[in-house]
């Protein structure tokens, strides 16, 4: 029995017909607690009214975030890796997490971001459900509205890659484990069997395609599909990772789409000053490009605890709380990059920077 949670990640243009599942998801939750990540921003960003139309007691506002900051693919590190471990300290925990990505995210770097160690033990990809138009399709187009998507692609300044719509179709398609023909009573049969066949040409083997309407499926057919997706990136690569692998450059230089992941953990003593602790993390950080760094730091002569998140070279430091008798003063720091990690080097060079 895997004990850890599941969670559904629902990819699609705008307008095809992603909130409508959740909605539907959210509407067959039957005693099920669910947590919601949402990923819609800018003037199309899903507002609070999706649970409130849950019906049931184990849905509360509480469960939904929404993560406005841009495209989740292009800020894997600085909001969803956080948000999924806010939502692992919750008592109790989700039974389900249900993402609805923007429709303008490379799903690829996002299921590989559930190989982070922080919550690899914790969290898989139960399935990466694609939701294609089937009316917009049957007429040569990718989405309803394909000028709202491009104004949707100009408003997100963190946007950092520019997948034209075919290809990043694509992408979503070959991710998929489940492939929801949405708005499949608007077209036509005939035309429809064509939709279906031009669509199966990108699919994986074994990959469903199912016609929906209005977003109503069977939830034994939506969640515990238990595809476990992180662990098989090789037949999900995007375009731009399968030019990289044909030209034999094994490592894309995109941080978030690292495949393999180290992390370790350093206990220092207090520090001079917290100017000592961000140079000495920023130094680190940029010699051996070091994804993400995190912890509490001792400043000497502060009473409170100085919280530190780096991302990248980019440093956030704030004071928490109060030290308590019972805790051990000191800096305890998590070290998390691309395996493997000079750890003794790492170690050592903030110790002679700190000590």
Same mark, same amino acid.
């Not at 559904?8 to 947590?35: D, S, Y």
């Not at 819609?40 to 184990?58: H, I, M, P, T």
């Not at 939904?64 to 909001?79: F, S």
């Given at each position: ?87 692992? %300290? ?8 249900? /993402? ?6 490379l799903p690829q770097p996002l299921v590989r971001a559930f190989n982070w160690p922080e919550i690899k033990a914790d969290v898989t990809v139960d399935g990466v459900v694609t939701v294609a138009d %089937? ?7 990718? %989405? ?80 515990? /599909? ?17 030019h990289h692998a044909a030209e034999g450059d094994g490592h894309h230089h995109h941080n978030h789409e690292h495949d393999d992941f180290d992390s370790f953990s350093i206990f220092l003593p207090e ?13 680190? /950080? ?17 009473? %409170? ?8 070279? @980019?440093?956030? &430091?704030?004071?928490? @709380? ?6 051990? @003063? ?12 000079? @750890?003794?080097?790492? &170690? ?8």
């Amino acid at each position: 029995m895997n004990s850890k949670i599941p969670a559904t990640v629902i990819t699609g243009f705008l307008g095809a017909g992603k909130t409508t599942l959740v909605r539907h998801v959210l509407n067959n939750a039957k005693g099920k607690r669910i947590a919601l990540i949402i990923n819609e921003f800018g003037d199309v960003g899903v507002d609070r009214d999706v649970l409130k139309g849950c019906g049931d007691e184990a849905c509360d506002e509480t469960d939904m975030v929404e993560l406005a900051n841009g495209c989740i693919c292009c800020t894997v590190a600085e909001d969803f890796i956080p948000t999924i471990t806010q939502l692992l %300290a919750r008592d109790p925990r989700p039974d389900h997490i249900v /993402i609805e990505t923007s429709g303008l995210a490379l799903p690829q770097p996002l299921v590989r971001a559930f190989n982070w160690p922080e919550i690899k033990a914790d969290v898989t990809v139960d399935g990466v459900v694609t939701v294609a138009d %089937a009316s917009a399709l049957a007429e040569g187009r990718f %989405a309803s509205d394909e000028k709202a998507v491009d104004a949707q692609r100009q408003s997100d300044e963190m946007l950092d890659h520019d997948t034209p719509m075919g290809e990043l179709f694509e992408d979503q398609l070959v991710c998929a484990d489940l492939i929801l023909l949405n708005k499949s009573d608007l077209v036509e049969e005939d035309k429809l069997n064509e939709v279906e066949a031009e669509l199966r040409k990108h699919l994986r083997d074994g990959v469903k395609l199912v016609r929906t309407q209005k977003g109503e499926i069977n939830m034994a057919a939506l969640l515990g /599909i238990e595809s476990e997706s992180e662990l098989d990136m090789e037949g999900r690569m995007s375009h731009h990772e399968r030019h990289h692998a044909a030209e034999g450059d094994g490592h894309h230089h995109h941080n978030h789409e690292h495949d393999d992941f180290d992390s370790f953990s350093i206990f220092l003593p207090e520090v001079a000053s917290k100017k000592h602790l961000n140079d000495a993390v920023e130094s680190v /950080i940029r010699k051996h490009d070091i994804l993400r760094l995190k912890g509490f730091a001792a400043i000497k002569d502060a009473p %409170a605890r100085l919280s530190l998140q780096a991302v990248g070279p @980019r440093i956030d &430091t704030y004071f928490d @709380r109060p030290w308590n008798e019972a805790d051990k @003063r000191g800096t305890s720091l998590v070290v998390i990059g691309q395996a493997p990690l000079n @750890r003794d080097q790492i &170690t050592a060079e903030l110790q002679a920077a700190l000590g």
